[in-house]
């Protein structure tokens, strides 16, 4: 059956790769897929439009949605609401181990000064990693559980940690990436974006790898 909704989330996102190539563009089946996955995981639409002016504004050649895949699950990520991800039990427990370890490494050398805020998502992953190390069969529920709230810590220190000057640069890269979206998408789901854009930011200017993708 026809889902008006999945419908026009996929006219919205044609629209967009459209004006963004001048040319005419229809979503492949495999680029449909990934836009209905997106749409069944409650992937705002805004967080969507904003990942692919991401990959344009970065002089990436986008021929497809999927090119635009991993900047649209990492703004995903950067919200409160469901976010996709693979089923866990297809990542092997030594990446998500390898992982944890960058993120507390790169951490660990933010702390001096100002971001001591990362102290609590520190302890955390330490005691993520410790389940891990003892783990032959890990509860990947509780794992992915333990990932998102790693990753929302985390998220919340860097807010903390940002200077006056280096949020407002945020808050204002922001705005002009979310005003082009202005009319296409209602108030409620620009303001989620701007947030989700910013906390994307801040975290890819302090090299913070993200957990609860995996």
């Known amino acids: 059956m026809r889902d008006p909704g999945v419908e026009a989330y996929v006219e919205a996102i044609e629209g967009h790769l459209r004006a963004r ?9 495999r680029d ?22 991401l990959a344009f ?28 991800a693979p089923p866990a039990e297809t990542v092997p427990v030594g990446e998500v ?15 001096p000064g100002r971001h001591a805020c990362f102290e609590a998502p520190l302890r955390k992953i330490e005691e993520v990693r ?23 810590e985390v998220s919340a220190a860097v807010l903390e940690s940002l200077g006056e000057e280096d949020r407002r640069r945020a808050e204002e890269q922001a705005r002009r990436a979310i005003e082009r979206h202005r009319g296409r998408v209602d108030d409620d789901a620009l303001a989620d974006a701007t947030g989700r854009f910013i906390i ?10 993200r957990v609860s993708l995996l």
């Open 97 to 111: 181990a390898s992982i944890l370890a960058s993120l507390a490494e790169r951490l660990s050398s933010l702390r």
């Open 21 to 29: 190539r001048g040319t005419l563009h229809i979503l492949s089946p």
């Open 130 to 152: 410790q389940l891990i190390a003892v783990a032959t069969r890990p509860n990947w529920d509780h794992l992915r559980r333990k990932l998102r709230e790693i990753d929302d």
């Open 32 to 53: 449909f897929g990934l836009a209905r996955a997106w749409h069944r995981a409650g992937v705002p639409l805004a967080a969507v439009l904003v990942a692919i002016d």
């Open 57 to 84: 504004d970065a002089g990436e050649r986008v021929t497809s949605l999927a090119y635009c895949q991993r900047r649209v699950e990492d703004l995903a990520a950067c919200g409160p609401r469901q976010r996709p």
């Open 200 to 209: 994307h930011r801040a975290r890819e200017s302090l090299g913070l790898p």
